[in-house]
Structure formats: C-alpha cells, structure tokens
C-alpha cells in the first residue's frame, strides 16, 4: 500500500476506515488473481501454438511421415495421432497443458466485464463478474470448463487410421470433441464481444468503448477491443473453412464417394484447424490486456466508495 511506502505509523494506519481497509484487501486479493488467470491464459496459448509446431513441420516438410490417410482427413488429430512419434507425444502433452492451465486459471470470471445488459450500477458498483447475476456466472464457469476438459479429452484421446472395434470409437470421441471444444470457446467469446461489451456495435466510432466508467481494472481499451473482434471474426473464417473441406472430405470417407482430394486441399483443412485453435487461445489472451490497471488497492478501494 502507498501509506506503508511512505513510512506509515500503526497510528496511521489504524486511523483508516475499516470498510476502506476491508475493500483494499478484496482488491490486492481481486489484482493477485487476475494476475494468475493472465499468466495462465498466456503460457495456455504457447503451449497451444506448440502442441502443433512439430505436426506442421511434418505436414510441409516431411510428407513422406504423414499417415496414408491424411489426404482423406486432413486434420491435426489425424497427422498427431500416434504418441510414439515427437510431433504426436507433442501435441498430446502441450494440448493437455494448455487445457489445464485454462481450467486452473478460471480466466472467465477474472479477464471480461460482466455482460452490460445484466449489471445492476447499485449491487455491483466495481463492475466485477463475481457480483453478476447468478446466471451469468454459471455461463461463466460453464465456458471456462466444457473446453477445458474437451481439450484434455482431445490430448488423450487419438483419432486413429483405422476403424475397427475401439479404435472407431476413439475416433467418433475424438471427432465430436475436438471441433466442439473450439467452437464452444468461439461463441462464448462471441457471445462476450456482442452480448457483453457491444463490441461490434461500437468497432468503427473512434475511441469509444462500452460505457464502462467504473471497473475495479479500469476502463476498457478500445484497440484492443477491436483486436478481440478481428480474431474473433478470423476464427470464424478458420471454422469455416475447416467444415467445409471436412464435409466434402467426408463425402469420400464416410459416404464411400469418390471425390478428387488432394495434398493440398489436406494442407488447406489441416492448417485452417491449427489457425482456429490457435485462435480461440489467443481471445483470452488479448482480453488479458484490455484493463487499465489500478496499481493501489487504497485507490482501488476509495475509487469504489465514491
């Protein structure tokens, strides 16, 4: 605390308010775990961006290593899925790594505003999630934990070439899981940007922001606000992509059709499923920087009493 920078006496500390001294501890603890959830958030991305550097090396250099059915698949699962390989024992334990620090962070509830439609400025006078509705919190936690595990079942659990007893079953897990664990993260984030901030609503006027005055943070950046929407909307063009070529993939694989593929029409679907999840793990990272930080929890604590 400043006072105590400056030399302070028992007396003098004794002479501040309880409620005062009460809301700057809430407060350095509140600055204690958004600095956590930001370290874990940030560290989640580059073990996500690792978790496919070394199938992505294989898929541009070294094609003479990829299974023989990856011009039908097309998919980092598909390219990482034997853990005996160093690109495939990679992917397995930087996703996993990814997708604990994520659950461990509970960045939902300590990197984004409340949603604006649901803030009482009477009950919740620092614009902090923890005194949202209910309702929104459960959505909260809920974002924050279906991923998460998705990604962890993602890790563990191979897509493997061939499609006999277990192996097809690990595969149908493993194809239902992944694509909707980043999907899932992408419209609560979605759902965050329009719902929660107006985002798109306030992405060509300047400077201007949500009208969020008062945040036990600070204010919301407009650049980096905009910078969430762009990756946001990248992350949709990545999906799409994505399910696109996987549906016509799926012509030959699944419905014995005998569609034209290609190395490259692989590459492309490969690659646009790396961008989306390396996305989807960038949001919470350029979130994390949104906040204009109130360093004094005294500050913090009288800022919230006026």
Same mark, same amino acid.
């Given at each position: 605390m400043r006072d105590f920078e400056h030399g302070a006496t028992p007396e003098k500390v004794l002479a501040i308010p309880a409620d005062v001294m009460q809301s700057a501890s809430i407060a350095g603890m509140f600055q204690s775990f958004r600095v956590r959830a930001k370290s874990c958030v940030a560290v989640a991305f580059f073990a996500a961006v690792s978790s496919a550097v070394g199938s992505s090396v294989v898929v541009t250099f070294l094609p003479q290593h990829l299974p023989p059915d990856f011009k039908e698949k097309g998919t980092l699962s598909n390219v990482s899925q034997h853990v005996e390989t160093a690109w495939g024992r990679l992917f397995s334990v930087a996703l996993f790594t990814a997708a604990l620090l994520l659950l461990t962070s509970d960045y939902t509830m300590w990197?984004?505003?409340p949603w604006s439609t649901n803030l009482d400025a009477e009950a919740n006078p620092i614009h902090s999630t923890f005194w949202a509705p209910i309702s929104e919190r459960r959505w909260r936690e809920i974002w924050v934990v279906i991923p998460s595990v998705g990604f962890m079942l993602t890790a563990v659990i191979p897509s493997l070439s061939t499609s006999k007893d277990l192996s097809l079953m690990l595969t149908l897990v493993h194809n239902v899981v992944a694509p909707f664990s980043i999907a899932f993260m992408v419209i609560m984030e979605s759902v965050q940007l329009t719902y929660g901030e107006h985002a798109f609503a306030y992405f060509f006027h300047g400077d201007e922001t949500m009208p969020l005055e008062r945040c036990g943070d600070g204010v919301i950046s407009a650049e980096?606000?905009?910078l969430r929407v762009v990756l946001c909307i990248y992350a949709w063009l990545a999906a799409a992509v994505f399910l696109g070529i996987q549906v016509y993939l799926g012509l030959r694989s699944v419905l014995g059709l005998q569609v034209p593929t290609s190395y490259t029409l692989a590459s492309v679907s490969y690659? /646009?499923?790396? #961008?989306?999840m390396c996305l989807a793990f960038a949001l919470p990272v =350029? =979130? /994390? #920087?949104q906040g204009i930080p109130c360093h004094d929890p005294m500050e913090w604590a009288r800022m919230a009493r006026t």
């Open positions: 990197l984004y505003p980096v606000q905009r690659y /646009s499923e790396v #961008f989306g =350029a =979130a /994390s #920087f």
